[in-house]
């Protein structure tokens, strides 16, 4: 199956362009285009499909059908990335129903390959998980947690950056991690035991 490939128009070209729109980082509520969020998402919903199937080919298709879909009903969803990863995950349990017989058998031949451990498809398959959830968090939620954890900020620089009080950055995160921990323990999986 061929991969996706969603191409842009060529615009044509400006004499001056002059716009004080903020950057699109900036519109937190904006609806990405269609291409902009297969750009951004296909390889994190690709590890995700992986850890849930654990076969590389299928995960492939599984994403692929996610974005047809997504283009189907494009314009009536609000949050396409909650959306691309709770369908994908359904996807994934779809197929993983269907083809149960055929999972046993790949899963007896993988352990005899060395191809994937068991420990490794569980770690993909909770970071799946993680970024399913974190899907499902608010634009100013999941921003709160990319400037704690990706850019490694203290809370007076979160404070600094949202404009929220640093009481307020820490109860945020402090709830929001929470959260996230109980959701995982709700789906089976549980913190490191190293």
Not at 94 to 110: G, I, P, V
Not at 132 to 157: M, T, V
Not at 166 to 175: E, Q, T
Not at 185 to 190: D, L
Request: proline fraction near 5%; hydrophobic fraction near 40%; aromatic fraction near 6%.
């Amino acid at each position: 199956m061929e991969p996706l490939a969603f191409q842009s128009a060529a615009l044509p070209p400006a004499t001056k362009m002059i716009t004080n729109a903020p950057p699109a980082a900036a519109r937190p509520h904006e609806k990405p285009t269609l291409a902009g969020l297969f750009e951004t998402e296909e390889s994190g919903l690709l590890r995700f499909a992986i850890g849930l199937v654990g076969r590389r080919t299928v995960a492939e298709e599984l994403v692929q059908e996610t974005f047809l879909r997504l283009h189907q009903v494009w314009d009536e969803v609000e949050n396409p990335r909650g959306w691309l990863y709770r369908s994908l995950r359904n996807l994934a349990l779809n197929h993983l129903r269907d083809h149960a017989r055929e999972t046993e058998l790949d899963e007896a031949t993988q352990v005899a390959d060395g191809d994937l451990a068991p420990e490794i498809l569980g770690q993909m398959e909770a970071v799946g998980m993680v970024r399913l959830l974190l899907a499902e968090f608010s634009e100013e939620d999941r921003r709160l947690i990319q400037l704690k954890y990706h850019d490694n900020l203290k809370y007076g620089d979160i404070s600094r950056q949202t404009g929220l009080s640093v009481g307020n950055v820490g109860y945020r995160l402090h709830h929001l991690l929470k959260g996230l921990a109980d959701a995982l323990r709700r789906a089976g999986i549980e913190g490191s035991r190293r």
